[in-house]
């Protein structure tokens, strides 16, 4: 087996993948494993390198672009443990093109792909879950806490939806937000949060929807477990309509 | 009245209503204006009855001069009566949709004056909405029975999708149950929307700019358990309705005793499974490529509470089986029991690279439950080959004993 190492970032595992694949070393007997903080540690390590990463993505694109998608949303996932099977899904995808995402029978691509699908499904929803919030300043804020990083493909999608709002939304677990202004989409961190007051009109509006939550569904089909399993309860504790349960 | 225990009334008599779906149609947000829509549509929450909501579902009124006997609204119930002004649904729609609690709003109405006039205050509502609002989100517009071909037109203009209710499965339901509603009715505002999408679609292949009609398409949905029709009448109903009408979807709706009345049968609950059993006979229609005959017959003519109309499908046609998982075409293996659209097109792109083994099958992630009675790999069954249907059937029931047998799940409502 030969031992690689990269810098524990997103960039960096693209990098050593483009570098083992240049290298012509067969990933099926390769590992790829994130560094680290040990003096003597056995391995070759592939640092940072944004050409070779890009020109990696721009090979994939043009020969398997459902690969590049399954790509992006693997990254979302933010796993630990996987490089080495993404290190041979990506030369597979790069030897048999899209239909690779179907050979689910080998273990590496069933790995990504089911890490993939998984990020996948909980960014669709994370766009019907979110909840928007009036603040007193007219600006809306909305909170999260999902399992993968979804923030950037999320806002997108709302940048698209409620283009005529200034929003921002904010990840409470990796400290992450996206910043709406109604004209351009903006990313960063927030050292500190606290929520600002709500406006008058947003409780007024709130009471309203929760009165239609309650009152739509049929009481003789009263169902809570079909409603968990379609809504876990993980998600509630940002759903306006949950609130107080 | 305030608008919450309006809202409260107007929803609570929505309920009743299937359709949630927001699919069908994908469309960017008109320029300066908020709301786009997503071709396979979004669920914004669940209720507590685990279905889906992705509109917000409410009635234009309550306040109802038809007295059709399984309906809550009728004019002899006793319930308060409310109305929304256009003006009110629409800021509750807009006020809804910037929270994203919505994909948008699925219109309905009690008849309330007479047909038009009802139609006329629900198409404004749209109208409103998209003209006014530039709204771009999705909506839903229920047809009244009876309103003129014009209010028809520009619903589906405003609407992406519009469906006419066709309320229960025969015309001579309609006349015992519906007295005030005929057939005719129904069925050519249906004829009207159908032919309007078609020549829409065909518009818009010469230009771009053509205006579209209803692009989600249309549906209908029908009363199941309230008259004494068989499945059989039901299935053939709903295959003419996709064939000759191009409908999208057909709900069934397990009839829920709101009223006494001496018109409708006394149940002790909703007929639950029979609508589970319902929808899925409806997917091998749709999407499995069976048809109603061959599900249902004169001497069966009603669904099997026991298995789901694949399985006994399946087990009436011993000589279709075993299906050889490496050769077999996509077509059939759909017709394999707890085999659906996904499995068999993850069997079809992973035996590209390998056979598929037993293993293989479970590995792509494929339920072998009941599966693995009708399958072989290459030339392999995965059970003794021991096919007699008695001792199968049985076998399929206990699921080998091992598992218990499932209770009578609720449906879950795809949109």
């Known amino acids: 087996m030969n031992r690689y190492l990269y810098d524990g970032t997103p960039e960096g595992l693209v990098s050593a993948i483009a570098?083992?694949?240049?290298?012509?070393?067969?990933?099926?007997?390769?590992?790829?494993?994130?560094?680290?903080?040990?003096?003597?540690?056995?391995?070759?390590?592939?640092?940072?390198?944004?050409?070779?990463?890009?020109?990696?993505?721009?090979?994939?694109?043009?020969?398997?672009?459902?690969?590049?998608?399954?790509?992006?949303?693997?990254?979302?996932?933010?796993?630990?443990?996987?490089?080495?099977?993404?290190?041979?899904?990506?030369?597979?995808?790069?030897?048999?093109?899209?239909?690779?995402?179907?050979?689910?029978?080998?273990?590496?691509?069933?790995?990504?792909?089911?890490?993939?699908?998984?990020?996948?499904?909980?960014?669709?929803?994370?766009?019907?879950?979110?909840?928007?919030?009036?603040?007193?300043?007219?600006?809306?804020?909305?909170?999260?806490?999902?399992?993968?990083?979804?923030?950037?493909?999320?806002?997108?999608?709302?940048?698209?939806?409620?283009?005529?709002?200034?929003?921002?939304?904010?990840?409470?677990?990796?400290?992450?937000?996206?910043?709406?202004?109604?004209?351009?989409?903006?990313?960063?961190?927030?050292?500190?949060?606290?929520?600002?007051?709500?406006?008058?009109?947003?409780?007024?509006?709130?009471?309203?929807?929760?009165?239609?939550?309650?009152?739509?569904?049929?009481?003789?089909?009263?169902?809570?477990?079909?409603?968990?399993?379609?809504?876990?309860?993980?998600?509630?504790?940002?759903?306006?309509e949950k609130q107080g349960e | 009245m305030d608008m919450q225990e309006k809202l409260g009334i107007l929803s609570g008599a929505a309920r009743y209503d299937a359709s949630c779906a927001s699919s069908g149609c994908g469309r960017e947000a008109p320029l300066r204006g908020t709301g786009n829509t997503s071709q396979g549509g979004i669920c914004h929450s669940w209720s507590d009855d685990g279905r889906c909501i992705s509109l917000l579902k409410i009635l234009l009124s309550n306040d109802c001069r038809y007295d059709c006997a399984y309906c809550v609204n009728r004019s002899s119930n006793p319930v308060p009566r409310a109305s929304f002004t256009a003006r009110e649904i629409v800021d509750l729609t807009m006020e809804f949709y910037r929270r994203n609690y919505i994909e948008g709003l699925f219109l309905s109405s009690a008849v309330m004056k007479g047909p038009d006039q009802t139609m006329e205050e629900m198409v404004r509502v749209a109208e409103i909405l998209r003209n006014e609002e530039l709204f771009g989100g999705y909506i839903h517009l229920k047809v009244i029975p009876g309103s003129s071909p014009e209010l028809v037109r520009r619903a589906g203009l405003a609407a992406d999708r519009v469906s006419v209710n066709i309320e229960l499965p025969s015309s001579e339901s309609l006349h015992r149950l519906a007295p005030q509603k005929r057939k005719e009715s129904i069925l050519e505002p249906m004829k009207l929307i159908g032919g309007e999408i078609g020549t829409s679609l065909v518009e818009r292949r010469s230009s771009r700019k053509a205006p579209r009609f209803a692009p989600a398409g249309q549906s209908t949905q029908m009363i199941i358990g309230a008259s004494p029709e068989t499945d059989l009448q039901i299935l053939r109903l709903s295959q003419g309705l996709y064939k000759r009408m191009n409908l999208k979807r057909v709900y069934y709706s397990a009839f829920v005793p709101v009223n006494e009345d001496n018109r409708l049968?006394?149940?002790?609950?909703?007929?639950?499974?029979?609508?589970?059993?319902?929808?899925?006979?409806?997917?091998?229609?749709?999407?499995?490529?069976?048809?109603?005959?061959?599900?249902?017959?004169?001497?069966?003519?009603?669904?099997?509470?026991?298995?789901?109309?694949?399985?006994?499908?399946?087990?009436?046609?011993?000589?279709?089986?075993?299906?050889?998982?490496?050769?077999?075409?996509?077509?059939?293996?759909?017709?394999?029991?707890?085999?659906?659209?996904?499995?068999?097109?993850?069997?079809?792109?992973?035996?590209?690279?390998?056979?598929?083994?037993?293993?293989?099958?479970?590995?792509?992630?494929?339920?072998?439950?009941?599966?693995?009675?009708?399958?072989?790999?290459?030339?392999?069954?995965?059970?003794?080959?021991?096919?007699?249907?008695?001792?199968?059937?049985?076998?399929?029931?206990?699921?080998?004993?091992?598992?218990?047998?499932?209770?009578?799940?609720?449906?879950?409502?795809?949109?």
């Open chain 1, 19 to 240: 570098g083992i694949l240049d290298n012509g070393t067969d990933p099926q007997v390769s590992l790829l494993v994130e560094r680290q903080d040990t003096l003597f540690e056995e391995g070759l390590f592939f640092r940072t390198d944004p050409v070779a990463a890009e020109s990696l993505f721009s090979r994939l694109r043009q020969k398997a672009p459902d690969a590049v998608h399954t790509l992006w949303y693997f990254m979302m996932a933010e796993t630990e443990g996987q490089e080495t099977s993404l290190l041979r899904y990506v030369a597979l995808a790069l030897q048999h093109g899209d239909r690779i995402n179907g050979h689910l029978t080998d273990a590496d691509v069933k790995a990504i792909v089911s890490t993939a699908r998984k990020a996948g499904r909980e960014l669709h929803r994370m766009k019907g879950l979110l909840r928007f919030e009036q603040l007193r300043d007219g600006t809306w804020l909305a909170r999260m806490e999902p399992d993968h990083n979804v923030i950037h493909p999320l806002a997108r999608h709302f940048s698209r939806r409620l283009k005529g709002q200034q929003w921002f939304i904010y990840d409470v677990r990796r400290r992450s937000a996206a910043h709406w202004d109604g004209q351009a989409l903006s990313f960063g961190t927030l050292e500190q949060f606290s929520r600002p007051e709500l406006s008058d009109e947003e409780l007024e509006v709130r009471a309203m929807w929760q009165a239609f939550f309650r009152t739509i569904a049929i009481p003789e089909r009263k169902n809570p477990r079909l409603q968990k399993s379609n809504m876990p309860a993980k998600y509630w504790k940002y759903l306006t």
């Open chain 2, 265 to 415: 049968p006394v149940l002790a609950s909703p007929p639950l499974l029979r609508e589970h059993r319902l929808y899925q006979a409806d997917w091998l229609l749709r999407f499995y490529g069976f048809t109603a005959e061959e599900i249902l017959s004169e001497q069966m003519p009603d669904l099997d509470e026991s298995f789901d109309p694949k399985t006994a499908w399946a087990l009436r046609h011993p000589e279709f089986f075993p299906v050889e998982v490496n050769r077999a075409d996509y077509g059939t293996l759909l017709r394999v029991p707890g085999i659906g659209v996904t499995s068999a097109k993850r069997i079809v792109a992973a035996r590209r690279f390998s056979l598929l083994t037993h293993e293989g099958m479970k590995k792509i992630g494929v339920v072998m439950k009941r599966a693995k009675y009708f399958i072989t790999c290459s030339g392999r069954p995965f059970e003794k080959p021991d096919r007699e249907p008695l001792q199968l059937r049985q076998r399929l029931l206990l699921g080998d004993g091992s598992d218990p047998v499932p209770a009578p799940r609720q449906l879950v409502l795809f949109s």
